[in-house]
């Protein structure tokens, strides 16, 4: 398994959500490189490995991307296993592929194991179905911070009947709701807002499209947390995800 980089998703926080391929590749890693997102209990799966921080709320203030690409280099070069472990599924807003392309280009075999994204157990966690026969015919996956400030275009995902998760979008509530209303969605179409999906500090509140910005400033909507906007955020929560004994 040396001279290797896994690109690992750990999952939303719940360190019970991790994949028995991730714990796996956590068991035989030399090198760990861990994202803020991912919660550090989950490094109980590799006691031996020498951890490092690269998160930018983490150890390593905001490290550059280049900087982590020439560290799993330099280390899958010396032969070791290195784990990159990512907050959630390492594909989804996670730059999984672009890592998996660089170290690919200089011959470095790559493997990435899914984790369960934020996006995925947020809404099952407080029991909302992303989809629902009669209610909701897709999900799409979006985010409200593109890096090159090229925007999404909300008024296609206003008309496209799907139920829309929002990744990285506390900052961004306001702008998200007048492209929406503007696009034609309706301005009491369900939403929720769920903060620190599957772990033990998860609060989510409910709203509308029209009163989500101010629902999010009296619930003190703080990141990490996606919005759920769509008819099955209105759906009463009998869904609960069974709570780990
Ligand atoms: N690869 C990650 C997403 C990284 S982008 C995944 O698949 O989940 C970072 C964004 O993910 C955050 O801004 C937030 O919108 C969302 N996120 C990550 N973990 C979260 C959590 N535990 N609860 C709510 N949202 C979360």
Redesign the pocket.
Known sequence: MNAKVWLV?AG??DPELLTLKAVKALQHADIVMIDD?VNPAVLEHCPNARVIPVGKRGGCRSTPQAFIHRLMLRYARQDKCVVRL?????C???RGSEEADWLSARGIPVEIVN?I???LS?PTACGIPLTRRGIARGVTLV?AHTQDDSTQDWAALAKGGTTLVV????AKLTEVRDSLLAGGMRSNMPVAL??????PQ?RHCRSTLAAMQQAATDFQLK????LVIGEVAALPATLQLSQSA
């Open positions: 998703g939303p926080g997102l990512k907050g959630g599924d390492p989804i807003f996670g984790g994204t934020a996006g947020g985010t990744y990285m979008g506390v769920i903060e620190n999906a599957s772990l998860q990141s990490p947390a996606i």
